[in-house]
Structure formats: C-alpha cells, structure tokens
C-alpha cells in the first residue's frame, strides 16, 4: 500500500540505485525479544576510537546494567553488563572481520529475570548542555546505524561551529533492514525525546526527520506526536540508496552541501540516526546505559525473521539457533546487504553497530559481486550510480594498477564513501567498492 505513494516524495539526491527491498518478511512485525544466551561476548572496542578500560575481574559477580568498563578518554565509551552473571574471563576473542580483540565474557545467571538492575533516574530537564553530552558517553552509546562513532563526539561540535539542524536519519535505506522502521512505529515518544536532548546539547533551533517514502505509517506516527509549530518536523525523501547516507541527506532535506573531505557540523548540521536517538531517549532519563539493541534478522536462510531486541554480547550462533537459521558463517552479513560485512566466524557477538544479521545464500543485491569478474566495457553505468560525481571506471583501472596515490590525487578517492553503487550495476562484476576499500586503507597507512 504504502508503495502506491512513493512518488509523493521528490526530495532525494542525484544518481543512486533501486536495489530489491526485501523488507515484506520483517517491517509489518512487532519488536520482540528472544532468550538470554548462555555466554556473553563484550568487546572493549565496538566503537571508533579507543578501547574501553574493563572495571570488572574474573569470577566477580555482575548485575544486568552495571557498568564493566569506562572509556578510555575523550573518543571512546563505557561498557555496560547486558546480563546478570558471573565474569568468566577478560580474553582475546573473534571480532566479525577476523582478527581476535580483548572482550568481557560474561556467564548469564540462568535462574536470574534478568530485569535491569543498575541506573539513577534523573530529571533530563535540569541537563545543562555539557551535562547531556557527558551522559551520552557514560551511556556507552555509539552510532547505532553501523557506524559506531562516539554519539557524545557528534553532540561536542567544535568552537565556532553554530549547530541550526539536527537531521534525523529515518531513511534505513539498506535492504532487508526494518530496524529503524519499527522503533520509529513503536518508540516514538522516545525518539522524540532523544531528538530534543540532542537539540539541546547542540543548541539546535530545528531538528527535520528524513524518511523514506517506503515508510507512511511510520511518517504519520511521528506527526500524530508533533504540533504544527514543533521546532521537530518530518519529511519523507524518496525512497532509493543510499538516501540514508549523511551528505545526501543533508542535500535532499536541506539543500545545503558538505564540503569535499568536509563534516556536516561546517554547514550547521548534524546528523543522527533514529536508533540512536531513541536510546538516548530511553537511557538518560534512568541514569543507563545500552546494553541491547533492535537487529533485523532476515534473509532467505531464516525461519523466524523480525527484529529482536538483542542483547550486546550475544553470539550470532545462538542467535541464528533461535531464528532457525542452521547453516555456517559463510553467507552472513552484519548490517545491511550494500554496505554490510561478511563475517568469519559465527562466534563473534552483536557489538553495538549490528543493525542486521541478515542470511544470503545468494548474495544477490550485495554489492560485493559473486559471479566471475570480465574486462571493463566502458558502458558508464557505474558513473551514472555514483552518488557523488566520481569516475568509478577510471578509478577502478587505476586501482589493478596500484596507482594509489593517484587516485586520490587526481579522482577525489577520499570523496568515495564506499556505498557500492558502482559494484552493484557493473555488468563485468568488477569488484570496485573493494578495490577502493584497499586503496583508501593503503593511502591511510602512508600518511602515518
Ligand atoms: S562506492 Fe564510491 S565510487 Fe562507487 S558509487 Fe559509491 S561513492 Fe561512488
Ligand atoms: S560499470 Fe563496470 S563495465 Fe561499466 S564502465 Fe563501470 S567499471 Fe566498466
């Protein structure tokens, strides 16, 4: 039904895809939760930055919501128990792209309800600016819409950086992904709450919620909540990927453009993603911090899909177990199909940038391709694609050639934020967004 209206939108950015949406399995579900698993996984980093620093020591007791570890300076986050149970261990564990990190693993207290147990309520309305940004931190939260960049470092806009809007992502472009979807339908109140906390440790006059035009229902949820002369308004943009990429955005909602290799803040914005805003909303008033969030788990491989509200530190296996998902590691991907990653192993635990646990035996819209790779034709799709005017063609020559540094000097590499449109429509299957990928690391690591 709500795709009968999708031409109501015409706000959207140039170039871009149409990939298949595949969210008829998981949008129109409830939110729901599934059992505890046995053993909790915390990795010190799932977030940009530093490590956190663990407070806890093997076989000492945790309760649910207690913190476990504190950040380790300005650009990093606290930790926080997802269960009640027992310290089993501080070791060096599997992570979702291969090498082992240091985590917290936690036995859960099988008898325990597992009711959270830690938190100080507090009045949010006598927050101070700085004081709102000092208890996003101590919350531990990140960007939940992958990124897993420090929430508190967006809100800290640096000196001379007047903030007008908070753009709200409420696109969840991705397929398969319904995540935001749902929280938008079922914690509205929530994020309207985390909005204005984010609007006033910004000092924000306005903030615009962008969604797709895939989603009405959500759309009319939100404005049911709003009154005509709310600083906060929605605007549905048209549905295509990436929309929900922060740049395209900004230009769709606001026709503002960030500046080559520059940040949202230079133009007066900041962008914040729905999840996000609705556990700001949901934590800072009980004094919490984020122990669990909604992942969509969908795909052709899984028996139940939905969206689950997940405890951080829960294995994928036993979460595939419960979805009834019985096959190995090799067609999983964290996040969603386009930008997502293959994992190496089924051990590695949702970190607090999962947004999607998504099966594909065929890895069909994936924007890392599966058949065979053949020369380049020249036929200009993948510069139609780019969302952001580059020369993928060219780019991708240069790259068999390892020419690196040109690249970046002469094509504008450092602007390719790596959404995969020029993979996705190549008809020679040229694995571009990866060779981009290795050139943009390889251009870091000469610089250091
Ligand atoms: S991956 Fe980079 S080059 Fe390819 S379409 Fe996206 S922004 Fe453009
Ligand atoms: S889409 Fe693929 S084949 Fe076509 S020009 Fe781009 S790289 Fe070449």
Same mark, same amino acid.
């Given at each position: 039904m709500t795709r009968l209206f999708s031409f109501l939108s015409s706000l959207t950015f140039p170039h871009g895809v149409h990939p298949p949406e595949f969210k008829e399995a998981t949008r129109d579900q409830a939110i729901r939760r599934l059992p505890f698993a046995p053993r909790m996984i915390i990795p010190l980093q799932q977030h940009f930055g530093e490590p956190a620093i663990p407070l806890v020591?093997?076989?000492? %007791? $945790?309760v649910r919501g207690q913190p476990i570890a504190v950040a380790n300076g300005d650009l990093s986050v606290a930790m926080h128990a997802p269960v009640t149970g027992t310290v089993e261990?501080?070791?060096?564990m599997p992570t979702a792209r291969g090498p082992k990190s240091e985590a917290i693993v936690i036995r859960t207290l099988a008898a325990d309800s597992q009711v959270v147990r830690w938190g100080t309520p507090r009045d949010v309305n006598s927050l101070s600016s700085a004081g709102i940004i000092q208890a996003v931190q101590a919350a531990g939260l990140v960007g939940l819409g992958g990124a897993a960049f420090p929430t508190h470092k967006k809100l800290e806009v640096p000196a001379g950086h007047p903030i007008d809007t908070l753009v709200v992502n409420g696109c969840e472009c991705e397929p398969y992904l319904t995540a935001d979807h749902r929280i938008m339908l079922e914690h509205t109140a929530t994020l309207l709450l985390g909005i204005r906390l984010a609007m006033r440790a910004l000092k924000a006059q306005r903030a615009v919620i962008g969604v797709e035009d895939n989603k009405l229902d959500a759309v009319a949820a939100l404005r049911a909540c709003l009154s005509p002369h709310d600083p906060i308004s929605v605007q549905t943009v048209r549905t295509k990927y990436p929309q929900g990429s922060e740049k395209l955005l900004i230009k769709a909602l606001l026709? /503002? %453009? $960030?500046?080559?290799g520059g940040y949202p803040y230079q133009i007066g914005v900041v962008v914040n993603n729905v999840s996000t805003l609705s556990q700001m909303g949901e934590l800072l008033p009980n004094g919490q911090g984020i122990i %669990? /969030? !909604? $992942?969509? !788990?969908a795909g052709p491989g899984v028996k139940k899909p939905g969206n689950y509200r997940v405890p951080i530190g829960t294995p994928l296996r036993y979460l595939l177990e419960q979805v009834g998902y019985a096959g190995d590691a090799s067609h999983i991907i964290l996040g969603g199909p386009m930008m997502g990653n293959t994992v190496a192993s089924l051990d590695v635990p949702v970190t607090k940038g999962v947004s999607g646990v998504i099966v594909l035996p065929e890895l069909a819209t994936q924007s890392k391709p599966a058949g065979k790779t053949h020369p380049c034709i020249r036929c200009g799709r993948c510069l139609e694609a780019c969302p952001v005017n580059l020369n993928p063609c060219e780019l991708g020559r240069l790259a068999v050639k390892r020419e690196?540094?040109?690249m970046q000097a002469r094509f504008h590499l450092h602007d390719c934020f790596e959404c995969g +449109? +020029?993979?996705y429509v190549c008809p020679s299957n040229i694995p571009l967004v990866q060779y981009f990928r290795i050139a943009k690391s390889v251009n870091r690591e000469r610089l250091l």
């Open positions: 020591r093997p076989q000492q %007791e $945790v261990g501080i070791q060096l026709k /503002r %453009e $960030v500046p080559s %669990e /969030r !909604v $992942v969509t !788990v690196y540094a040109m +449109c +020029c993979s």
